[in-house]
Nanobody, 126 residues
Framework: QVQLIESGGGLVQAGGSLRLSCAAS????????LAWFRQAPGTEREFVTV????????NYADSVKGRFTISRDNAKNTVYLQMNSLKPQDTAVYYC???????????????????WGQGTQVTVSS
């Protein structure tokens, strides 16, 4: 059984920073693209960012470009999301996800992802 566990969520003021972590167990971590999605109340789950197997390729939603950074440490089976210049609009439950795919693939649709974490709440106050 594969387990993805997010951590690092919390309450932060607008303009502040937060770093999320997602640790995986029982997973050949480097064989998966890793992504962050988020979901606010009353909305569909949306793509935030993704990183490929090696970490050499990334993609970001337009809404977070220049503010968020995804990274991974395959030796630690962990993916990170550094969030800077946070806005109230960033408030959501953030989920990490893993997709078994080709080495350079950067899937953005949720249905490409096989494994999901339970989510961590990020709240940005105005």
């Amino acid at each position: 059984q594969v387990q993805l566990i997010e951590s690092g969520g919390g309450l932060v003021q607008a303009g502040g920073s937060l770093r999320l972590s997602c640790a995986a167990s029982k997973l050949a971590f480097s064989n998966y693209a890793l992504a962050w999605f988020r979901q606010a109340p009353g909305t569909e789950r949306e793509f935030v960012t993704v990183i490929n197997w090696s970490g050499g390729f990334t993609n970001y939603a337009d809404s977070v470009k220049g503010r968020f950074t995804i990274s991974r440490d395959n030796a630690k089976n962990t993916v990170y999301l550094q969030m800077n210049s946070l806005k109230p609009q960033d408030t959501a439950v953030y989920y990490c996800a893993a997709a078994y795919t080709s080495p350079t693939s950067l899937p953005v649709m949720p249905d490409h992802y096989r494994y999901w974490g339970q989510g961590t709440q990020v709240t940005v106050s105005s």
